[in-house]
């Protein structure tokens, strides 16, 4: 059975510290794997990566995929409050489905 | 703002009631997703459309719900019967590609008392 797998499950710092948020999947024929942060509403997507080694940056968010390890890795640099959401996971795969596997989140609440 | 919508944004229903909840995707998006999420849960893919045609449904999904999007633009899920076990988020989002990003709207908050 297809999975995803977030952690950890919370994690809480404060303002100025640098986070890592892993995922690690086992499914069949990866295509991609998206991360997404849920504050107290919808998801917004962050980045979506299908090769390995390949960096996604964006402004204090950074993001790196492993296909060899099957896992993946949001970094976020110098916290800020606004950063306090839950971090959500997802893969899709060629394998006869359309749908988005997505893991339980990462909780991450950042301290003043 | 030309974002995934959705409608109602809550709901509260009584056991046995029928509701019907509407998503109206990003308008270039050929591909419409409907997931529900409990509390400390990530989505649960629920169904599947491209254009007008339904591709894909959860095994998980009972018979009780139903989900169409005729002309291949908005789309509408139904829930006949409602249990309180269906008392969730009920999430719609839309995207221009297989595999591709997914963009969410806001979510229609149900409630079964």
């Known amino acids: 059975e297809d999975k995803v797998v977030q952690s ?63 896992f993946s890795i949001l970094n976020i640099t110098a916290t800020q409050t606004g950063d306090s959401a839950v971090y959500l996971c997802a ?22 | 703002d030309t974002g995934v919508s959705q409608d109602p944004r809550h709901k509260i229903t009584k056991r046995g009631q029928n509701v019907t909840f509407r998503c109206d995707p990003i308008s270039e998006h050929n591909r419409l997703y409907w997931y529900r999420q409990t509390l400390g849960q990530g989505p649960e893919f629920l169904t599947y459309f491209q254009n007008e045609a339904q591709l894909e449904k959860s095994r998980l999904l009972s018979d009780r719900f139903s989900a169409e999007r005729p002309k291949g633009s ?24 297989a595999g591709g990003e997914q963009y969410f709207g806001p979510g229609t908050r149900l409630t079964v008392t």
Not at chain 1, 19 to 27: G, H, K, R
Not at chain 1, 36 to 44: D, G, L, R, S
Not at chain 2, 74 to 97: V, W
């Open chain 2, 74 to 97: 908005f789309s509408t899920l139904e829930i006949q019967r409602t249990e309180q076990g269906d008392s969730a988020m009920y999430l719609c989002a839309s995207s221009p590609r």
């Open chain 1, 8 to 70: 950890p499950l919370s994690l809480v710092v404060h303002e100025g510290d640098t986070v890592t948020l892993n995922c690690s999947y086992e499914v069949t024929n990866f295509r991609s794997l998206l991360w997404y942060k849920q504050e107290k509403k919808a998801p917004t997507f962050l980045f979506m990566l299908t090769s390995s080694g390949i960096e996604k940056k964006s402004g204090r968010l950074s993001s790196i995929l492993d296909k060899k390890e099957l």
């Open chain 1, 91 to 112: 893969v899709s795969t060629t394998s006869g489905t359309y749908k988005y596997i997505f893991g339980t989140g990462t909780r991450l609440k950042v301290l003043a």
